[in-house]
T-cell receptor, first 113, second 111 residues
């Protein structure tokens, strides 16, 4: 079955540690996205990538980093510079980076204490 | 800029209708609607494009008013499965690859 996988579903880290969230898709989609979701805030874009080896900052990129070395993978690193990292993180992909349906993964809930 | 959704929350009885609005302060190129159930990933409902094109998977209707810079999602004869949070995501240009999402509208359908 095609889809997007994110792992792990729940992640706990100590403050000051970097952590990498995994996102893999087997839909052969060109574009991939990372969103952060906080209660009552909707979805806020962190980074997006239109094609391999290319990515752009979204609205809240500070304290995050990404890479896109393979078409199917778009990992997100939450660095210690991110002041409020505890949130629900969603990865998505679309066939092209134009107005197209975005398919979302199941999400990773990160808790930093 | 983040679009404004209204209402913030609505409670319906099964079979009733509801309208969810999404307004932008800038000209719209496309509006995307998603539904999210608690603890799950958002699921695509519909895309509306400037010029009138629509793409959708479900029997849900929506409108796109370019002049008013807003879109409305119409949920008719609501079913229990319609419960969830509805998000609109907007793009203000045809080169806008990323979407700005609203804060969501919580919909609860009761028996």
């Amino acid at each position: 079955d095609g889809g997007i996988t994110q792992s792990p579903k729940y992640l706990f880290r100590k403050e000051g540690q970097n952590v990498t969230l995994s996102c893999e898709q087997n839909l052969n989609h060109d574009a991939m996205y990372w969103y952060r979701q906080d209660p009552g805030q909707g979805l806020r874009l962190i980074y997006y990538s239109q094609i391999v080896n290319d990515f752009q900052k979204g609205d809240i990129a500070e304290g995050y980093s990404v890479s896109r070395e393979k078409k199917e993978s778009f990992p997100l690193t939450v660095t210690s510079a991110q002041k409020n990292p505890t949130a629900f993180y969603l990865c998505a992909s679309s066939i092209k980076a134009t107005p197209n349906e975005q398919y979302f993964g199941p999400g990773t809930r990160l808790t930093v204490t | 800029q983040q679009p404004v959704q209204s209402p913030q929350a609505v409670i319906l009885r099964e079979g009733e209708d509801a309208v969810i609005n999404c307004s932008s302060s800038k000209a719209l190129y496309s509006v995307h609607w998603y539904r999210q159930k608690h603890g799950e990933a958002p699921v695509f409902l519909m895309i509306l494009l400037k010029g009138g094109e629509q793409k959708g998977h479900e029997k849900i209707s929506a409108s796109f008013n370019e002049k008013k810079q807003q879109s409305s999602l119409y949920l008719t004869a609501s079913q229990l499965s319609y419960s969830g949070t509805y998000f609109c995501g907007i793009s203000n240009s045809n080169s806008g690859y990323a979407l700005n999402f609203g804060k969501g509208t919580s919909l609860l359908v009761t028996p």
